[in-house]
Each structure stands twice: as structure tokens, then as C-alpha cells.
């Protein structure tokens, strides 16, 4: 049984950072994307980053040049690392894991941006 654990999430101020972690655990195939989801009140659950196991990666507009995201296949983990964080970027976060057609999603994590 495959399960997707996030954690770091927690209050910040603007302009500040924080570093989501996920951990994937059971059975994990060599090739699969890992990526990183928001989903802010009253709003749709929207793609952050995701990176494929080959390396490829994609970012949301809103985000790029702010966050990055990492992995460590060895260890089947993604991070999302987030800098100059803004209001905007308050939500909870959701680690996602796809491999052959399953889809697997984390119980979040809530990131809030505030002064």
C-alpha cells in the first residue's frame, strides 16, 4: 500500500521562506512524477511544481523564481523548497504521487503567509 506523508508546513511572514518535505512509502516505481499541489479556501486544488522521476520539471507561473522543487529518488522524497513567500501563496499544500494509473495524494499541509 503506497503512502504520501507532507510535513514543514506552518505560519510565515512575507518575504520569509519554508520547506515542505514528502515522503513516499510501500511500493514505488522507478518512473513516476511527484509534485507538489495548493489549495486555497473558497478556491480549486491548483499544480504548484512537479518532477518527474527523468527529471523534467514544471512550475506554476505564480511561482516560478520563488519556489523550487527537489527529490531524492533514493529516498522517495520531494521537496518543495519556497522563498519570498507572499499572502497569495496561503493554502494547504498536497504532496501528490502518480505512478503507472494511480494517483496518490498526502493529507496536507497547511502553509499560511501573514504579518
Known amino acids: 500500500q503506497v503512502q504520501v506523508v507532507e510535513s514543514g508546513g506552518g505560519l510565515v511572514q512575507p518575504g520569509g521562506s519554508l520547506r515542505l518535505s514528502c515522503a513516499a512509502s510501500?511500493?514505488?516505481?522507478?518512473?513516476?512524477?511527484m509534485g507538489w499541489y495548493r489549495q486555497a479556501p473558497g478556491k480549486q486544488r491548483e499544480l504548484v511544481a512537479k518532477?518527474?522521476?527523468?527529471?523534467?520539471?514544471n512550475y506554476a507561473d505564480s511561482v516560478k523564481g520563488r519556489f523550487t522543487i527537489s527529490r531524492d529518488n533514493a529516498k522517495n522524497m520531494v521537496y518543495l523548497q519556497m522563498n519570498s513567500l507572499k499572502p497569495e501563496d496561503t493554502a494547504v499544500y498536497y504532496c501528490n504521487l502518480v505512478q503507472y494509473k494511480y494517483d496518490y495524494w498526502g493529507q496536507g499541509t497547511q502553509v499560511t503567509v501573514s504579518s
Open positions: 518532477n518527474t522521476s527523468g527529471g523534467s520539471t
Open positions: 510501500g511500493t514505488i516505481f522507478s518512473i513516476n512524477v
